[in-house]
């Protein structure tokens, strides 16, 4: 696929905007015309040519702007990118791991050049060079996570699995939906999944967890999870929700199609060699309504899955204020027709 | 699952029927790194039968150019350590798994208390490694019935010597647990590998003593015990699979083709866990993780190194 | 905000009682803290060496001459929190595997308490903790990131950015705090009514 990077703004002015292919390669993540929570885990294997899910991290054409946003945000809030002390070893493993991944498949981009422990990466779209030494700090401007972090679209987790459970120990986190890492950092798998409606009756975090605990270094896992941003806004983090948070009263019924986003996160989880943690990957993908109903197929899905949208789902994803505006934009396209299962766009 | 696949690239007898094996990557690259207390499950075509057992790695786990595995020649067994003993020459080529890791140092512990019996030292070997890298506070004390089967001892002592302490049994030497667990400070944890009667001993120690669940990490390979041929239905896949005496439910499954989840196959790890729909005998659980509520429901049971006294157990798969 | 769910981040806290297997015994309270190990020693005594840490500040009644009846020799009092967490961290130094920690007053002292401990190598869960006295939480602000302490409402004004903050269940035990999320951000101004729920 040939990337042509994009400049886009992803708050103020807001200029993002897929192009036609970006569109077509949507995660779309309803194959049915019901949403229910669940754990939807499976293998991270290589999916088709052009998809999301082809390489082991993505790059996009929005690569470029993203990791300018991705600076913005820590350069306002430093408190973004957090690491405990004994989690040094799974920084060099992320390191090497996210180094390696983009190296290989984006040979045009990215080149990783090694001699025995001395390592010179090149970061063409970034204009980035950097020489090194594998495993001492010292030789890097800023520690392996934050340096790496910086530099791959999306947030990062780094688990450390212990007492029968994992602990958010690093992350770098400027484009989550609505949690904090502030706040996180250090919290165990139970704790910082606290705020999530309805598991609890159907123990889905507990068998996720079991799940995660025996995930092997070469079979790396994923998932989709789902949500919606007004404006295509990265940062919509609880740091900010006053800069935010006042978006959900501009969405209207004839608005709605520019405003309203659906945000689909790719998440994606890797065992690593050195330090047994858990690399947690938080992929990012907006599209506007007008966006998605390129494809009337995806409108009419979408449609449906948000109108019958379980309230208790419907709070926690903070849709409530325009669920209605946007469910009335959608309807012109649900004839109501049977369009059967599948994410596909037609 | 994806698979590694290594060339024994050389054999050496360590001690009283220990056998030391080093592995290449088959294709002649890099293999994997690991953290201390990894283990590799090692695939071995037998004819007729496919043995499956795991085993620490206990070379440094930034060796990337080999691996290095102990086997210990088990007579009364299923038959997997004879096969690594009598089969696998210089040259031979086995698929392995990735290493897993069921039995890590805490990366929050301000000490590390390594106790280690016979062939328990293996994976503890790796860890020193770790611990020596990271400038981690530890101490090893190593328990073996003569300096005969004492693998590793000298080397480790070469190593390591200030913090390592030999006990030799036939020199009457033994470990006291009670004194050397009520001399820890704040902060430490404990980790026992070796023979199940020393682990249990050293377990319930600790316990008895006050140390915290977490503070307490034990890895034991049990081997599936050999039995009486039963009949296992699986509900889902609709088969009647028989069970024979010498090999586990576990591996009666993957030899008839049916993809049942596993990790450590030994009893530890709670992966392979399933549910058991009905039987005309009794359960016979011989693994360390259900709890005794769990065993005496029969509703659950875990495949790798359970069975059951029965003309057939059916189970939910 | 929080209807329709519990969030499992929130502690929960029990009554405190001697745990047998045990090398020795810590147990630290404040206020009216001290209740609660009177409680405690009333219970048949383990066979270990038992140390109390105790400060009166903030107790309804004087707990002093029953604490002294019940732990004696064993007892040491502070002035402040400050002067007995002090105490603690010392103690702690020398201290063995096998001690058993027991603690006593409110979420924020029982958060020091546990704080100085995992320094040393403590998890957080083996500090068993017994909620007294007040149920004011300290509320971190994302905002702004201080801490507020001492918070009885649902609604707190935050003391670093003066915003007006709702008090979610979401707790974290590494700050000892709620977190805390601008109230009225969607529609400044409209706070909603502000009802004393922690007392």
């Known amino acids: 696929m040939s990337l042509a990077f994009k400049q886009e703004t992803f708050r103020d002015d807001y200029t993002f905007r897929n192009s036609p292919e970006a569109i077509r390669r949507f995660p779309f993540p309803f ?189 790396p896992v994923r998932r989709l999870n789902w949500t919606m941003t007004i404006n295509p806004r990265l940062d919509t983090s609880p740091e900010n929700y006053p800069l935010w948070g006042g978006d959900r009263n501009k969405v209207n019924a004839q608005n709605a199609g520019e405003l309203a986003h659906l945000r689909v996160e790719l998440q994606t989880l890797f065992r690593m060699p050195r330090s047994n943690a858990i690399v947690f990957s938080i992929r990012c993908y907006l599209i506007s309504m007008e966006e998605m109903a390129t494809y009337p197929r995806w409108a009419k899905r979408f449609h449906r899955v948000l109108r019958d949208l379980h309230p208790d789902l419907v709070e926690y994803k903070g849709i409530t204020k325009y669920q209605q505006a946007v469910v009335a934009w959608l309807s012109r396209f649900d004839d109501g027709a049977d369009i059967g299962i599948g994410t596909q766009p037609e | 699952m994806s698979q590694l696949q290594v060339k024994v690239a050389a054999i050496d007898d360590v001690s009283a029927g220990v056998r030391h094996f080093t592995l290449v990557d088959a294709h002649g690259g890099e293999l994997p790194a690991f953290s201390g207390g990894s283990h590799i499950v090692v695939t071995m075509p037998a004819p007729g039968r496919t043995y499956r057992n795991a085993y620490s790695l206990l070379s440094s786990p930034e060796n990337r150019a080999h691996y290095e595995i102990a086997v210990h020649r088990q007579p009364q067994s299923r038959g997997g350590s004879i096969y690594m003993h009598e089969q696998v020459k210089v040259g031979s080529v086995l698929d392995i798994s990735y290493p897993v890791n069921l ?38 004390h190593y328990g073996f019935r003569s300096r005969e089967h004492a693998a590793f001892a000298d080397a480790l002592k070469a190593r ?80 009647e699979i028989t069970v024979q005496g010498d090999m586990s439910m576990l591996e009666a499954m993957e030899a008839a083709g049916v993809d049942a989840p596993s990790l450590c196959r030994g009893g530890a790890c709670g992966r392979c866990e399933l549910e058991v729909l009905g039987t005309d005998g009794e359960l016979q659980h011989h693994d360390h993780y259900l709890s005794d509520a769990d065993k005496a429901s029969g509703r659950k049971i875990m495949p790798c190194v359970s069975r059951a006294k029965c003309g057939y157990l059916e189970l939910n798969l | 905000m929080e209807r329709g769910y519990w969030i499992r981040s929130k502690p929960v806290y029990t009554a405190l009682l001697w745990n047998t297997k045990a090398t020795a015994h810590a147990v630290l309270a404040a206020g009216e803290g001290g209740l609660a190990v009177v409680k405690l020693f009333q219970q048949a005594l383990p066979e270990q060496g038992i140390t109390v840490f105790y400060s009166p500040a903030g107790a309804s009644k004087d707990y002093l001459p029953a604490l002294q009846a019940a732990a004696g020799a064993d007892l040491q009092v502070f002035e402040t929190t400050a002067a007995l967490l002090e105490a603690w961290t010392r103690y702690l130094a020398s201290a063995r595997m096998g001690l058993r920690i027991y603690s ?47 918070v009885t409402s649902n609604i707190a004004t935050c003391s670093g950015c003066g915003r007006h903050l709702f008090v979610r269940d979401h707790f974290s035990r590494r700050m000892g705090a709620y977190m805390g999320l601008m109230v009225d951000a969607e529609n400044p101004g409209e706070v909603p009514e502000i009802e004393e729920i922690y007392p």
């Not at chain 1, 300018?68 to 820590?74: F, H, N, P, V, Y």
């Not at chain 1, 994992?166 to 996180?184: E, H, P, R, Y």
């Not at chain 2, 860890?127 to 530890?138: A, C, N, V, W």
């Not at chain 2, 033994?174 to 944890?189: I, K």
Request: proline share 5%; hydrophobic share 40%; aromatic share 10%.
């Open chain 2, 160 to 239: 390591v010597s200030q913090r390592a302490v030999c006990y030799d049994e036939s020199l009457g030497q033994r470990m006291d647990f009670d004194a050397l667990l009520r001399a820890q400070p704040l902060g430490t944890h404990v980790y026992a590998c070796g023979p199940q009667g020393m682990v249990e001993a050293l377990v319930s120690t600790a316990r008895a003593l006050g140390w915290p669940e977490h503070h307490i990490h034990s890895e034991q390979f049990l081997a599936p015990p050999v039995g009486e041929p039963f009949t296992l239905k699986l509900s889902k896949s609709e088969l």
């Open chain 1, 31 to 219: 194959p049915e015309d019901q949403y229910m929570y669940s754990v939807n885990i499976e293998p991270h294997t290589p999916g088709p040519k052009g998809a999301v899910t082809e390489f082991t991290l993505d790059v996009d054409e929005h690569y470029v702007a993203e990791c300018r946003d991705k600076a913005i945000t820590l350069e306002q809030d430093p408190g973004r990118c957090a690491s405990l002390p004994h989690m040094m070893d799974a920084e060099w493993d992320f390191l090497e791991f996210t180094m390696e991944s983009l190296a290989r498949d984006y040979p045009e981009q990215f080149s990783l050049s090694k001699n025995g422990k001395e390592w010179t990466w090149v970061n063409r779209p970034l204009g980035l060079e950097q020489s090194f030494v594998f495993g001492d700090a010292a030789t890097l401007p800023m520690g392996p996570f934050e340096y790496m972090g910086r530099q791959v679209q999306g947030d990062f987790v780094l688990l450390d699995q212990r007492e029968d459970t994992l602990f958010a120990d690093a992350g770098i986190v400027t484009s989550q939906a609505d949690w904090s890492l502030a706040f996180n950092v250090g919290m165990s798998w139970h704790e910082w999944h606290g705020p999530v409606p309805q598991v609890t009756k159907l123990g889905v975090m507990d068998r996720a967890l079991k799940f995660l605990m025996s995930l092997q270094q070469g079979n």
């Open chain 3, 104 to 150: 006593a007053g409110t979420e924020k002292f029982m958060w020091e308490v546990t704080d100085a401990a995992e320094a040393f190598g403590i998890l957080n869960n083996d500090v068993m903790k017994e909620l007294t006295g007040s149920l004011a939480r300290s509320v971190y602000c994302v905002h702004c990131k201080s801490l507020t302490h001492e």
């Open chain 2, 103 to 140: 039995f890590a140092l805490s990366r929050v512990a301000k000490h590390h208390l390594l106790i280690a019996g016979g062939i328990g030292i293996t994976p503890f070997m790796a860890q020193i490694h770790d611990l020596e890298r990271l400038g981690g506070d530890y101490s090893l």
